[in-house]
């Protein structure tokens, strides 16, 4: 199975960005999509941004306009670029394969990596 190893988080500023990284173990060519999660303190893990095969890609509302996912295939890594940033956006942010319908996680989860959003 492959696993996840996000980085790229940080303390940010309001109104700042963020570029997260998701390094796969291995090839994520064959996965169907690709998503980041994330999970806010007494929240429940919520759905970010998921990218498909063909290179679709779709966001939640809270996120559209100022998050973009992409990928390399050649580095087997996912990235989330995060403009914009608000205090609501303070979270633990994972990735994992998505499985589809739902875009519920496919693998295991990582560590995730921290981000915080304060003046």
């Known amino acids: 199975q492959v696993q996840f190893v996000e980085s790229g988080g940080g303390l940010v500023q309001p109104g700042g960005s963020l570029r997260l990284s998701c390094a796969a173990s291995g090839s994520i060519l064959n996965i169907y999509a690709m998503a980041w999660y994330r999970q806010a303190p007494g929240k429940q893990r919520e759905l970010v941004a998921v990218?498909?095969?063909?290179?679709?890609?779709n966001y939640a509302d809270s996120v559209k306009g100022r998050f973009t996912i992409s990928r390399d295939f050649a580095k087997n890594t996912v990235y989330l670029q995060m403009n914009s940033l608000k205090p609501e956006d303070t979270a633990v942010y994972y990735c994992?394969?998505?499985?589809?319908?739902?875009w519920g996680a496919g693998a295991s989860w990582g560590q995730g990596t921290q981000v915080t959003v304060s003046s």
């Open positions: 990218i498909i095969s063909g290179g679709g890609t």
């Open positions: 994992n394969a998505a499985k589809s319908p739902g």
